[in-house]
């Protein structure tokens, strides 16, 4: 379903020269509102609840250490697929509501916005994508967080188990995702603005988790023959740095 963005920004028809251009030439403003999307675009691409769920799937589907190589290569190309996907949201959106000046308040707003700009196919495509998002959301961030809880008291948990199992982990899952459906359904809510606020909040607490892990990701009597590489360390480290960094910003924006 995520590849329906792909075809909304193809039938968006933007101007693929400025889209190359802007691939691979970097723009940056000194500005409040920029510097916060920017956290909130690193934030909900590489975020903490990632970690948590990614460790996590990897207990439960009980991968071995024969296995890893299969592992790298589905963490890799979910990671290509995911920024593609991301590329495609953002080049739909420039070339319509961008040009146009369209403002979106919900998110629905922007699949109807597309409607009289791209035709009712590229709305309608980009309405299927931001459902299969929600979709996701909904039941992969409980769960990413039941994960987390349940291990750090040392309850059992998984999804694999029965009710009688692990019901710690079944109820705190069940009493996540009714959360997450009072707070959207919260009467003149403004939804957009309490997605970019969790975003933000993403990119600022993910140094702290990138950093413990990275910690022990390259502790050789853990992780044995399996430490980072110098590569991955330097753009792990960058990322850690680029997000400290724009968040100091941020908050001295925010004094000012």
């Known amino acids: ?41 690193i934030g ?7 970690q948590f769920y990614l460790q996590s799937s990897v207990v ?10 299969f592992q790298i290569w589905d963490v890799v190309l979910g990671s290509v697929v995911a920024v593609m996907i991301a590329a495609f949201i953002i080049i739909a959106c420039g070339a319509t509501l961008y040009q146009h000046g369209i ?3 919900e998110a629905g707003d922007a699949a109807l916005a597309l409607v009289p700009i791209a035709g009712r196919f590229a709305g309608a495509l980009f309405a299927l994508g931001l459902f299969a998002s929600s979709t996701l959301g909904a039941t992969i961030l409980p769960l990413s967080s039941s994960y987390a809880i349940c291990e750090a008291f040392g309850w059992e948990n998984g999804v694999s ?30 939804l957009i603005s309490v997605m970019v606020f969790s975003q933000v909040t993403n990119g600022i607490l993910l140094p702290f988790i990138l950093i413990f892990m990275l910690v022990l ?20 480290w960058l990322t850690v740095m680029a997000l400290i960094f724009l968040t100091i910003i941020l908050l001295v924006f925010t004094f000012i």
Not at 44 to 50: E, L, R, S
Not at 60 to 69: Q, W
Not at 177 to 187: A, N, S, W
Not at 219 to 224: A, C, D, P, Q
């Open 44 to 50: 909900t691409t590489i975020t903490p609840w990632m």
């Open 1 to 41: 379903i995520y590849f329906s963005y792909v075809f909304s920004g193809f039938m968006a028809k933007p101007e693929w020269a400025s889209v190359a251009y802007h691939s691979f030439v970097p723009t940056f403003y000194l500005d409040r509102n920029f510097i916060i999307l920017a956290i909130a675009m």
């Open 161 to 190: 188990k029965k009710f009688s199992e692990a019901p710690v982990f079944f109820i705190l899952y069940t009493f996540l995702i009714m959360l997450g459906i009072g707070v959207v359904m919260i009467p003149n809510i403004h």
């Open 103 to 105: 403002k979106v308040h």
């Open 217 to 236: 990701v390259n502790n050789k009597r853990l992780m044995g023959d399996h430490v980072n590489s110098k590569t991955y360390n330097f753009i792990a």
């Open 60 to 69: 439960e589907k009980g991968v071995r250490l024969r296995h890893y190589r």
